[in-house]
């Protein structure tokens, strides 16, 4: 599911279970780390994936995988690979 804005977003987040949560870093950095504080809260076993310009440690939102926007969809898969466990 893909949310309008951060409203919406946190209201998806409380409602049900998800693989993988993804946030962009080209939202404002207010918005990243509420989403970022909702994801931990209302889907704490859910692992977090940042979209990035480079792949520095963010303490703050303490992503569990890191994709480089610049390497396109093979960085997202590659981050998806790392934190979801096959079934």
Same mark, same amino acid.
């Given at each position: 599911?893909?949310?309008?804005?951060? @409203?919406?977003?946190?209201? %998806?987040? $409380? #409602?049900?279970?998800?693989?993988? %949560?993804?946030?962009?870093?080209?939202?404002?950095? $207010?918005?990243? @780390?509420?989403?970022?504080?909702a994801? #931990?809260?209302?889907?704490?076993?859910?692992p977090? %994936?940042?979209?990035?310009?480079?792949?520095?440690? @963010? $303490? $703050? %939102?303490a992503?569990?995988?890191?994709?480089?926007?610049?390497e396109?969809?093979?960085?997202?898969?590659?981050?998806?690979?790392?934190?979801?466990?096959?079934?």
């Amino acid at each position: 599911m893909t949310a309008s804005d951060l @409203d919406e977003a946190v209201r %998806i987040m $409380r #409602r049900g279970h998800f693989d993988a %949560i993804l946030l962009s870093y080209t939202l404002p950095s $207010r918005t990243v @780390d509420h989403l970022a504080e909702a994801a #931990r809260q209302y889907c704490p076993d859910c692992p977090v %994936i940042a979209i990035a310009q480079s792949n520095t440690q @963010d $303490r $703050r %939102i303490a992503p569990d995988a890191v994709a480089i926007a610049e390497e396109g969809p093979q960085a997202l898969l590659a981050a998806l690979s790392q934190v979801l466990k096959p079934i």
